[in-house]
């Protein structure tokens, strides 16, 4: 079956405009007994430009960010600069879990912006301590998602941040009760 065909279908039923595409390409060619698989020729054309190529020719995907070794950054950005979703190329981490947390970063840096905006305009309508109290419960939502959803098993610290984060929540309702 033509996966474009399913993808269609797929985004009429889902209703989404589109979304971003991470290429995580920083690793050290350690498995490939030294060839680097990103920059290796095929058919004439390196990996990664027909990788970038097959994404930017997908309707579902409306931005792509690459992530790679540093030494790759430069000539990347070079073999994608004709590719107009590319919006950027940075360098990884030092484990593959990095690289990917510095391509989701790069990829929601505008909701990032637009976070930062609507908590202002929320603060000035609310109150500081209220939209705080909110803005914690948002690092919260992705937490207990994470524990059901991917078993996930929190650090210590984490806990304490989340007890911490309800017991603000409880106290300040209790506030408002009360006064």
Do not use: H, W
């Amino acid at each position: 079956m033509d996966i474009t065909k399913i993808t269609r279908s797929a985004r009429k039923v889902l209703r989404l405009k589109y979304c971003g595409a991470v290429i995580v390409a920083a690793g050290s060619a350690s498995r490939m007994g030294g060839i680097d698989k990103v920059m290796a020729q095929l058919n004439g054309e390196p990996m990664i430009a027909r990788t970038v190529r097959n994404f930017q020719e997908c309707d579902a995907v409306g931005e792509i960010v690459i992530v790679t070794r540093e030494d790759l950054v430069m000539p990347i950005m070079e073999l994608t600069a004709e590719i107009e979703k590319v919006t950027a190329v940075v360098v990884g981490g030092a484990s593959r879990q990095e690289s990917v947390a510095m391509g989701l970063g790069a990829v929601n840096g505008a909701l990032f912006l637009l976070g930062f905006v609507l908590l202002q305009s929320n603060m000035k309508r609310n109150g500081v301590v209220l939209s705080s109290i909110f803005m914690k419960l948002g690092l919260l939502v992705p937490m207990v998602i994470s524990i059901f959803l991917f078993r996930e098993i929190p650090a210590p610290m984490q806990i304490a941040g989340g007890i911490l984060i309800l017991g603000g929540v409880l106290y300040y309702s209790r506030l408002e009760q009360n006064g």
